[in-house]
Every structure is written in C-alpha cells, then in structure tokens.
C-alpha cells in the first residue's frame, strides 16, 4: 500500500497557509489606513485591467459576484470606481477606476509589494521569476486563465 503524503508536504497545503498570512498581513495594514482587503482586490485588478464586466472582475479578483457588486456599489460612494454601459453592447456594465481610486489604489500598492517581498526574503531574482513561471504553469494546467494585460 502506497504512502499518503504528509499534509505539510502538500503544495496546495502550503500556498494556502502562506496566501492566507500573507492576506491577512496586508489586511491589517490597509485597516489602519482605512481601507479593507476586500476593496483593494477589487481596485488592484481595475488597475490592471479597467474597464471589465461584473463577472470578468468577479473572477480576477476571486470573489463571488454578489460580493463584487456590493463592494463595487461601496467604491463607488466613496469615488473609487464608476459603472458605465460597455461601447459594444449597451446591456453591459462595466467597471472603471477613477483617478481618485487610482490615487488610493497607489498608497495601498507599496503594502502589498512590501508583503511579497518579505515572503520572499532571500530570493534571486531567477528564483523569484521561476516561482512566477511555475505558478502561472499551474493555472494553466488547472485551466485558470488571466485576463489580457492591457498596455
């Protein structure tokens, strides 16, 4: 009979522990400059790919939808984001940052790059572009698929 691997030597076991700290980390900072998690997942991928539906940012931000539609309703109040119908299809609504989300969204970036850099302590840069190369492997093997960068 074939060994059970160990729970700590499972990957997706270890991402998880390591995705969750590194979540609740930056939570705890952006809540002491007045933002939540929540709100800068939505406004990280608007300022990667504006202008997308409810159920593209939805998935890019891995939130279920009624989720994102309240939070995108909260961002608007506070001037962060505005709905508009799409130029191809009017029944579509999608998302886009303002500048003032633009300007919240680049006080709330050096947190969260300062939370990955910590993660990776120690790392080379090779190292640090394998692990990327890997990840993005693995979502492909999983069929996850990113958004189109938008230049």
Do not use: C
């Not at 300022?47 to 279920?64: D, F, Y």
């Not at 302590?121 to 189109?148: C, H, Q, V, Y």
Request: proline content about 5%; aromatic content about 6%; glycine content about 4%.
């Amino acid at each position: 009979m074939k060994k059970q691997p160990h729970l700590d030597d499972l990957p997706p076991y270890l991402m998880n522990r390591l995705i969750a700290r590194m979540n609740q980390n930056l939570s705890e900072i952006l809540r002491k400059h007045g933002h939540t998690f929540q709100d800068w997942r939505i406004l990280a991928v608007l300022a990667a790919h504006n202008g997308i539906n409810i159920t593209k940012l939805s998935e890019a931000a891995v939130l279920p939808q009624p989720t994102v539609s309240r939070l995108v309703a909260g961002l608007k109040r506070k001037g962060f984001v505005e709905r508009r119908n799409a130029r191809t299809d009017s029944r579509v609504v999608e998302i886009t940052i303002t500048a003032k989300g633009m300007k919240a969204y680049g006080k709330m970036m050096p947190h969260a790059v300062a939370e990955y850099r910590a993660a990776v302590k120690g790392f080379t840069a090779k190292e640090d572009e394998f692990l990327s190369d890997m990840l993005r492997r693995m979502m492909k093997n999983r069929n996850i698929r990113l958004l189109p960068r938008v230049t």
